[in-house]
């Protein structure tokens, strides 16, 4: 590759393949095996280990990778999956510097069978999701199978109020009295 130590790069530059390196911090691998920038920085490679990293000017902004739980808004649910808009790690008030969307497969929601997606997420619900796999900005595979992951606040789809949690997975909304069922985190917030 061209790309050396100290080039400046912008995400999703093209930075080395996956036979020559190791994905680190501020890059990510693709399904062709190319590795490709996550953050606006600088190149830095250690060929002794064969890893390649990208460096932001400002230190390291949060990083999405797997295992790391992250606080999002469902933005779409259709068929097997639920796309969310990743707004942030949890725990971490620094905003990530890219717009990442993220996706939860039906298989990864709750450990009992799921008939539809529809009965447990809706448009505007916020959840908690952990991360199980960064292939690139927008593919981010999510799971919310764990207690404290899931809905963390959820919103009517009668009348947009948010609603109050009024069992172990249904919400209520104060608004309209409309009763809805969800995959609700622990952490659930009325």
């Known amino acids: 590759m061209n790309v050396q130590t100290g080039d400046f ?9 996956v036979e020559e390196f190791i994905p680190s911090d501020g890059v990510y691998g693709d399904d062709d095996g190319d590795i490709k920038s996550l953050i606006v920085g600088k190149v830095s490679i250690d060929e002794k280990n064969k ?13 999405l990778k797997r295992n790391t739980t992250i606080l999002g808004q469902v ?9 969310v808009k990743i707004h942030g790690i949890k725990g971490n008030s620094r ?17 009992s069978y799921l008939a539809r997606l529809t009965d447990v997420f809706h448009i505007g619900d916020i959840i908690e999701a952990k991360v199980t796999k960064v292939m690139g900005l927008d593919a981010v595979d999510l799971k919310t199978s764990q207690k404290d992951l899931g809905v963390v606040k959820a919103m009517c789809t009668r009348c947009r ?10 919400v209520k909304c104060p608004n309209c009295g409309h009763r809805e069922r969800r995959k609700l985190s622990i952490n659930y917030q009325a």
């Open 161 to 170: 109020h948010y609603m109050f949690q009024s069992g172990r997975t249904e």
């Open 9 to 17: 790069v912008l995400p999703g530059d093209l930075i080395g393949v």
């Open 75 to 83: 933005t779409e649910v259709k068929g097997q999956k639920a796309l």
């Open 95 to 111: 905003q990530l510097q890219v717009s990442f969307i993220g996706s939860i497969h039906i298989s990864q929601v709750q450990k």
């Open 51 to 63: 890893r390649v990293f990208v460096i932001p000017e400002a230190g390291f902004p949060p990083a």
